[in-house]
Nanobody, 115 residues
Framework: QVQLVESGGGLVQPGGTLRFSCAAS????????VNWYRQAPGKERELVAS???????NYADSVKGRLTISKDTAKNTAYLQMNSLKPEDTAVYYC?????????WGQGTQVTVSS
């Protein structure tokens, strides 16, 4: 059973930075892609960043240039660096990975961008 544990959320002022971590209980990130999603109040969950098993990254247009996804397969951990945060980035952020058989989600971490 794979478990994903997130950390690093919090309250930050506009223009600030945050870095999230998503620690996996197995070496799943070395074989499968990792995604970061977010869900703002009253909105659907949206994909904001992905990194493939080979390290190729993709970003939603709304966050491109401000977010960086990365992973350290030796530590079984993925990261999301968020810069130049805006109030509209306020949401619960989730990491996700999936195999051909099932998907796994982290518990979510709250980010609030407010002055």
């Amino acid at each position: 059973q794979v478990q994903l544990v997130e950390s690093g959320g919090g309250l930050v002022q506009p223009g600030g930075t945050l870095r999230f971590s998503c620690a996996a209980s197995t070496s799943i990130f070395s074989r499968w892609a990792v995604n970061w999603y977010r869900q703002a109040p009253g909105k659907e969950r949206e994909l904001v960043a992905s990194i493939t098993s080979g390290g190729t990254t993709n970003y939603a247009d709304s966050v491109k240039g401000r977010l960086t996804i990365s992973k350290d397969t030796a530590k079984n951990t993925a990261y999301l660096q968020m810069n130049s945060l805006k109030p509209e980035d306020t949401a619960v952020y989730y990491c996700r990975t999936s195999t051909v058989w099932r998907e796994y989600w982290g518990q979510g971490t709250q980010v609030t961008v407010s002055s």
